[in-house]
C-alpha cells in the first residue's frame, strides 16, 4: 500500500474551490502544515472567513494558528478595505498572544487590511520609533501606505529628516 496518494489533491481541490463548510472542517482535522495553509488561503481569497475564526477561536494548536495566519496573510497581502470578519477580534487577540512573532506580525497586518485603527496606531507608533530595526520600520511603513492610511502625508513628510527611512519615505 501507498502512504501517501499523489492524486489526493485531485479530491480535496473541488470540495475546498467550492464548498466553505466542509473546508473549515478539513481545516481544522488536517495535520499537513502546506494543506492547512493552502485551505485557508482558499477560504480568505473568497473572502469566507467564519471558518477560519472559528478554527482560530477553537483551537490551542500552536502550528495550526500559524498555517491559518500564513495563508490568510497570503491571500489578502496588498488588499486593502477588505470588511473585518464577524469574530476577528477574539481570532486576533488569540493570534497575538502567539509565542512566534511571524504570527504576531501577520495577526497585525491582518488587522490593518481589515481596517483595524489600533493596527495602524501601532505599525505607526513603529515607524516612527528609531530604536526598532531599519527594516521593521521599513516594512510598516509599506503597510501603511499599502493599506492607504489616511493622514500618512505628514508622517512621510517628517520620515524625511530620518537617515533610515528617508529613501523609503
Known amino acids: 500500500t501507498r502512504l501517501y496518494d499523489p492524486s489526493s489533491h485531485r479530491r480535496i481541490e473541488p470540495i475546498i474551490s467550492t464548498n466553505d463548510q466542509a473546508s473549515s472542517a478539513l481545516l481544522a482535522k488536517a495535520q499537513i ?9 482558499r477560504l480568505a481569497l473568497r473572502l469566507s472567513f467564519d471558518g477560519l475564526t472559528r478554527t482560530l477561536e477553537a483551537s490551542n494548536d500552536a502550528g495550526l494558528q500559524r498555517d491559518v495566519a500564513r495563508g490568510m496573510f497570503e491571500a489578502l497581502n496588498g488588499r486593502r478595505a477588505v470588511p473585518m470578519p464577524v469574530n476577528w477580534a477574539s481570532a486576533a487577540a488569540k493570534l497575538g498572544r502567539h509565542a512566534e512573532p511571524v504570527v504576531r506580525e501577520s495577526e497585525l497586518l491582518l488587522s490593518l487590511v481589515f481596517g483595524d485603527a489600533d493596527a495602524a496606531a501601532q505599525l505607526r507608533l513603529r515607524v516612527s520609533n528609531p530604536s526598532q530595526s531599519p527594516a521593521s520600520r521599513q516594512d510598516a ?23 533610515a527611512l528617508r529613501g523609503v519615505a
Open 141 to 163: 511603513l509599506q503597510a501603511l501606505v499599502q493599506a492607504k492610511v489616511s493622514g500618512l502625508v505628514p508622517l512621510l513628510q517628517s520620515l524625511l529628516t530620518d537617515p
Open 33 to 41: 502544515p502546506l494543506v492547512r495553509q493552502f485551505i485557508a488561503q
